[in-house]
């Protein structure tokens, strides 16, 4: 894989809209389509805060993911994703609102094909996090998930800026 220096606040932006557009119900009132609210916990001094040297398509694949997952599982159409970054990583959370996740499926949702038993009226084949799982490790990262069931997920992503 070639890795390169990616923006992630414009990698987040893009995938963002991308997301959205998968996600507008057919006569969607315009106000009421999906929302991706993107933002920084801190102001960054410097752009090299928010680059990570990665393949850039396989970042676009586990963000895809991330937000696809924050859309089906959720019914108020919003995503909420916060950026931070430190000496040498960038740590990015993917939240939603929706049904949640049990406590005793949080690890298993990143094995191949498992899909938690609020899947059920979901399209999927439940590869999505395990490709992300395998992305991450790919960049030397950390990804995990907390969940409270009823009230939302978040998913932390760490990746290391180089
Ligand atoms: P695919 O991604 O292959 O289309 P999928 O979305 O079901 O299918 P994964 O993305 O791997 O599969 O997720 C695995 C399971 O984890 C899901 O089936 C669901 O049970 C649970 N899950 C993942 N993301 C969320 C979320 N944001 N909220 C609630 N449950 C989730
Ligand atoms: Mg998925």
């Given at each position: 894989f070639i890795f390169s220096a990616?923006?992630?606040?414009?990698?987040?932006?893009?995938?963002?809209?991308?997301?959205?557009?998968?996600?507008?119900?057919?006569a969607a009132e315009p106000q009421r389509g999906p929302k991706v609210d993107i933002s920084f916990l801190k102001v960054p001094d410097q752009d090299t805060e928010l680059?990570?040297?990665?393949?850039?398509?396989?970042?676009k694949v586990l963000f895809l993911n991330l937000?696809?997952?924050?859309?089906?599982?959720?019914?108020?159409?919003?995503?909420r994703v916060t950026i931070d970054f430190f000496t040498h990583n960038?740590?990015?959370?993917?939240?939603?609102?929706?049904?949640?996740?049990a406590p005793d499926e949080l690890n298993k949702v990143f094995e191949p094909f498992y899909r938690?038993?609020?899947?059920?009226?979901?399209?999927?084949?439940?590869?999505?996090?395990?490709?992300c799982k395998k992305i991450v490790q790919l960049h030397k990262g950390h990804i995990s998930a907390s969940?409270?069931?009823?009230?939302?997920?978040?998913?932390t992503v760490i990746l290391p800026h180089a």
């Open positions: 990616v923006r992630m606040d414009e990698l987040l932006l893009e995938m963002g809209n991308l997301v959205k557009l998968k996600h507008i119900p057919v680059v990570v040297q990665g393949n850039e398509s396989l970042l937000l696809d997952n924050a859309f089906k599982f959720s019914a108020d159409n919003t995503a960038i740590q990015i959370q993917v939240r939603d609102n929706g049904i949640g996740i938690g038993a609020n899947a059920h009226a979901t399209r999927g084949h439940g590869l999505g996090l395990s490709i969940s409270a069931p009823g009230k939302g997920t978040v998913f």
